[in-house]
């Protein structure tokens, strides 16, 4: 079946460094979404990508979807404290149906101020 | 704030309780969703409500029994659960069955079996 691979499963950084996590799924992907989760939070819906190559900022955070819809990435600029969550990546089911998300594990990021 | 409204926020029950959670939207979306998180792990999907019928169950046991009793409204009734069921519980709802677009998930029900 489809898998969806997040590294890393940690970062730790020190407030004003950058931070990334990568995405890679097995199959081609008609879109990917990333949400952020804070500690005892829910997930909250940061974005979707849909095009071949497409990169969306907002604010310090740019997202990225690679030519071949099969990896995207999310970059923060000068992290801070708010910054602080797991990140998840999840793309749609081989079908190609939103009915069924597949997530990354998650990149749990902590910010040292 | 999510638009996506669930109660209770945390429960706790034994495990020959019978709970039910519930989930509310007025976004007027056509899908709704039941996912089940565990700690420092991403959600899994347990259920798909498509324009108010159940379209698919990821071999969820028989304890968790959902209900759609109208495009705004989701259940999800518990019955004899046992502690490996402690989880965050979420709802979430998207335009329609396999928009392009999501939605929301709402902010969950913490749920402890004891």
């Known amino acids: 079946g489809q898998q969806v691979m997040q590294i890393p499963q940690y970062q730790h950084v020190q407030e004003g460094e950058d931070f990334t996590t990568y995405c890679n799924s097995s199959t081609t992907l008609s879109n990917i979404q990333w949400y952020k989760q804070r500690p005892g939070g829910h997930p909250v819906f940061l974005i979707q990508?849909?095009?071949?190559?497409e990169v969306k900022k907002q604010k310090r955070l740019t997202f990225q979807f690679g030519e071949a819809k099969k990896n995207s990435s999310l970059h923060i600029t000068a992290t801070q404290t708010t910054d602080v969550g797991t990140y998840f990546c999840a793309g749609p089911n081989s079908g190609g149906s939103n009915y069924k998300l597949t997530f990354g594990k998650g990149t749990l990021l902590t910010v040292n101020p | 704030d999510t638009e996506v409204t669930q109660t209770p926020k945390h429960l706790v029950m034994g495990m020959t309780n019978k709970k039910s959670l519930k989930c509310e939207q007025h976004?007027?979306?056509?899908?709704m969703y039941w996912y089940k998180q565990k700690a420092k792990k991403p959600p899994e999907l347990m259920f798909v409500?498509?324009?108010?019928?159940?379209?698919i169950n990821e071999s969820v046991p028989s304890r968790f029994s959902p209900e759609c009793p109208n495009s705004s409204l989701l259940n999800l009734h518990l019955h004899a659960l046992q502690p490996e069921d402690s989880a965050l519980y979420l709802c979430?709802?998207?335009?329609?069955?396999?928009?392009?677009?999501?939605?929301?998930f709402g902010s969950g029900t913490r749920l402890t079996v004891v």
């Open positions: 990508l849909v095009k071949s190559g």
């Open positions: 409500y498509s324009y108010e019928k159940l379209s």
């Open positions: 976004m007027g979306h056509r899908a």
């Open positions: 979430a709802s998207s335009q329609t069955p396999g928009s392009s677009l999501w939605g929301a």
